[in-house]
C-alpha cells in the first residue's frame, strides 16, 4: 500500500514522517471493535457465570458493574496519559493490558477474581476508543473526517449491537469464557498493527498531573455510575446507599467544576468548553447514548421473555439494527466532505422517532418483519447521527484539546447509555406494576370474554392454579404495556434535542 504525507499526530511536526493510513485505520478499528464488544457481549452470559460461580444474581451483576465503574473513571486520564507517555506507548500498554485481564477472567475461578480482573480489564480499555478517534482525526485531512468517523463509528456503534449475539452464539455453543477469550486475536492483530505502522506522538512533559482535580472527577463519576447501576436493585432512593451515592456524585461534580475554573493547571482545561460545536456536540451524543443502549436493554427481553424467540433468533432479528447503522455510516461518510452535516443530525434523530413510534405498536403476536423494519429504521437513524455529530463536534475544535476532547466525548456518551438503561429498567418496572393494578381491576367474571373462558373451561377460577393462570395472563398484558410505554418514552427522548442542532455552527465543507 502507497504511503502518504498525513496529518502528523496531536503534537509532532506535520509531515515528518510518512504514514500508512490503511493499515493504521484497520489497527485503531480492532482495538476499538474489542472495547466495544466487552461492553455488552459478557450480558447473556451472566446466568451462566452464575451458576459456575455459585453467586446470587446481585453478586453476579458487579461483573457488569465493575467493567463499567473503571472504564468511566479512567477514561478522562486518556489526554495527560497520552501527553506524558505518548499515544502509541499509551496505546500499546491499553491493548496489552486487556487483552491479558480479558484471558485472566476466561481463567477465572471465582467471583472474587473475575471482577478484580474485570476492573483491570475497564480500566485499561477506557483509553482504546478515544485514542482511536484521535488518531483518525489526526491521520486524515479534515476533507476527509467525515469518512474516517465514519469507519470509526462502525466500530463504536456495532460493538454494543453485536455483543450480545456474538455472546449467545459463544455461549451456547461453546462456554462463558470464550466472551472473554475471544479478545486474544483482536489483541494480537492490533498490537502487531501497532509496532509496525503507528509513528509516536510528541511528548509533553511539561502537562501536570492534577491528582486532586481527577480524585475529584473519579468520585463524581464513580459515585453516579454506582448509582445507576445499582439503583433498580435496591429500589433506588428508599435505599441509603443510592441516597450516599447520589449526594457524593453530586457534591464531587460541583467540587470538580470550581475547582478547574480556579486552577493554574486544572485537570480538564475548561477552554476546551467554549467551543461551542464541542459543548453542544457533548448534549446531543450524550441522547444518542441514551438512545443506543437503552434500546438493546429492553428489545432482547422483549423478544426473548415476551415473544419466546430463542436467543439465537433474538440475535438475528436485531442484526437489522447494526446492517441499517453501517448502510448510513458508509452513505453520510462519502457525503460528509460535500454537504451541510447538521440537517443529518435533524434526520438521525427524526428517523430515531420514527423507530420508536413503530414499536410502540408491537403485540406479542406479531411476526418477524415488523421488528426487522423498526430496527433497520433506527440503525439508519443512528447511523445519520453518529457520523455528523463525531464531526461536528472536533471540526472547530483546537487540535490541543483533541485527546481530552475524544476521552470526553466517549465519556459522555457512556454516561448517556447508563442513564438511559437506568431509565427504561426502571420505568418498566414501575409501569408494569402500575398497569397490572389497573387491569386487575377490570378483572371481573362478569365480563364476557372471561365469561366465555369460563364457560368453555380454559380458565377455572374456584381453582388456585386457575386464578394463577389468570394472574399469569393479566402480569404479561402489563409487562407488554409497559415495554410500549417505554417506546414512547424513547420516540419523545428522540425528538427532544432537535433544537439544539440550531446551536450547532456550520463546518465549511472542504474536498
Not at 415473544?307 to 448502510?327: E, H, K, N, Q, S
Request: net charge neutral; with cysteine.
Amino acid at each position: 500500500m502507497a504511503t502518504v504525507k498525513a496529518l502528523a499526530p496531536a503534537g509532532a511536526n506535520a509531515g515528518a514522517a510518512p504514514i500508512r493510513r490503511g493499515p493504521i485505520t484497520v489497527t485503531v478499528m480492532l482495538a476499538t471493535v474489542m472495547q466495544a464488544l466487552d461492553m455488552t457481549i459478557a450480558n447473556v452470559a451472566l446466568p451462566h457465570m452464575q451458576g459456575s460461580m455459585s453467586a446470587t444474581l446481585e453478586q453476579i451483576s458487579w461483573v457488569l458493574t465493575s467493567y463499567v465503574v473503571a472504564a468511566a473513571i479512567c477514561m478522562p486520564l486518556t489526554g495527560v496519559l497520552a501527553a506524558r507517555l505518548g499515544r502509541r506507548r499509551l496505546f500499546m500498554i491499553s491493548i496489552v493490558a486487556f487483552t491479558v485481564t480479558s484471558m485472566l477472567c476466561g481463567l477465572a475461578q471465582n467471583l472474587e477474581q473475575i471482577v478484580v480482573f474485570r476492573i483491570l480489564q475497564g480500566a485499561f480499555g477506557a483509553f482504546l476508543v478515544p485514542l482511536s478517534q484521535s488518531v483518525l482525526l489526526d491521520v486524515y485531512p479534515p476533507a476527509r473526517h467525515g469518512w474516517a468517523m465514519a469507519v470509526w463509528g462502525v466500530g463504536v456503534m456495532l460493538g454494543p449491537i453485536g455483543g450480545p449475539s456474538l455472546g449467545g452464539i459463544l455461549t451456547e455453543w461453546y462456554d462463558w469464557r470464550w466472551v472473554f477469550f475471544i479478545n486474544l486475536p483482536f489483541g494480537m492483530l492490533a498490537l502487531l498493527g501497532m509496532v509496525l505502522f503507528l509513528p509516536e506522538s510528541e511528548l509533553d512533559r511539561s502537562r501536570r498531573f492534577d491528582l486532586f482535580g481527577f480524585a475529584l472527577l473519579a468520585l463524581a463519576i464513580g459515585s453516579l455510575q454506582m448509582m445507576l447501576d445499582r439503583g433498580q436493585s435496591l429500589d433506588w432512593f428508599s435505599s441509603g446507599e443510592i441516597i450516599a451515592e447520589a449526594i457524593l456524585s453530586a457534591a464531587c461534580f460541583y467540587l470538580f467544576i470550581a475547582h478547574i475554573t480556579t486552577s493554574a493547571h486544572p485537570f480538564i482545561d475548561p477552554a476546551l468548553f467554549r467551543d461551542r460545536n464541542f459543548a453542544v456536540g457533548l448534549m446531543l451524543i450524550f441522547v444518542v447514548g441514551v438512545i443506543l443502549l437503552a434500546t438493546m436493554a429492553l428489545l432482547p427481553p422483549f423478544l426473548q421473555n415476551l415473544m419466546g424467540y430463542p436467543v439465537i433468533d433474538t440475535g438475528g432479528l436485531l442484526a437489522a439494527r447494526g446492517v441499517g447503522t453501517m448502510i448510513a455510516m458508509i452513505t453520510v461518510g462519502r457525503l460528509a466532505s460535500r454537504i451541510d452535516l447538521r440537517p443529518l443530525v435533524v434526520v438521525g434523530f427524526l428517523l430515531s422517532a420514527i423507530a420508536m413510534w413503530d414499536a410502540t405498536h408491537f403485540t406479542d403476536e406479531i411476526g418477524g418483519w415488523p421488528i426487522v423494519r423498526s430496527g433497520l429504521v433506527q440503525g439508519l437513524g443512528l447511523g445519520f447521527l453518529f457520523v455528523p455529530l463525531s464531526t461536528i463536534t472536533f471540526a472547530t475544535l483546537t487540535q490541543r484539546f483533541r485527546n481530552d476532547g475524544t476521552s470526553i466525548f466517549s465519556l459522555v456518551r457512556s454516561i448517556g447509555s447508563s442513564i438511559g438503561v437506568s431509565i427504561v429498567i426502571g420505568y418498566l418496572a414501575r409501569a408494569t406494576q402500575v398497569n397490572h393494578a389497573a387491569l386487575a381491576e377490570s378483572v371481573s367474571p362478569f365480563r364476557p370474554a372471561l365469561q366465555a373462558a369460563i364457560e368453555t373451561g380454559t380458565i377455572v377460577i374456584d381453582d388456585p392454579a386457575g386464578l394463577a393462570q389468570l394472574n399469569g395472563m393479566v402480569n404479561h398484558q402489563a409487562v407488554l404495556m409497559a415495554y410500549l410505554q417505554d417506546f414512547r418514552l424513547l420516540m419523545m427522548a428522540s425528538l427532544l434535542p432537535i433544537p439544539l442542532v440550531l446551536l450547532l455552527r456550520k463546518a465549511a465543507p472542504r474536498r
